[in-house]
């Protein structure tokens, strides 16, 4: 790991992360695979200037699927790292708001 920039990948926003968003202030990010708690940590409180409570670490595995067209053809999704985060209360990330 070479800079905090390297650490979050991309916002999961799914149903799941918004509820977790509205009820327990927590947001979830894919994380690059060596990333510790305390590299997401750092990374979440520099570039977003927020108080950061707890990080949860969750090494998603991969999955198989089969293709629409052809059921015997099976592909692969690629296994990731997931980091939830819990904000301190008031503190928000304006990537994960909706329109104001």
Known sequence: MSTIYDVLRRPLITE????????L?????????????????????TLFDVAVVSVNVVNVPMKRTRKWRNRRLSSRRNAYKKAIVTLAPGDTIEAFEGVK
């Not at 799941?16 to 009820?23: R, V």
């Not at 927590?26 to 695979?33: A, H, L, N, R």
């Open 16 to 23: 799941k992360s918004n509820l977790q968003n509205a009820n």
């Open 25 to 45: 202030h927590q947001y979830t990010f894919e994380v690059s695979s060596d990333a510790s708690k305390t590299l997401v940590k750092d990374a979440i409180e």
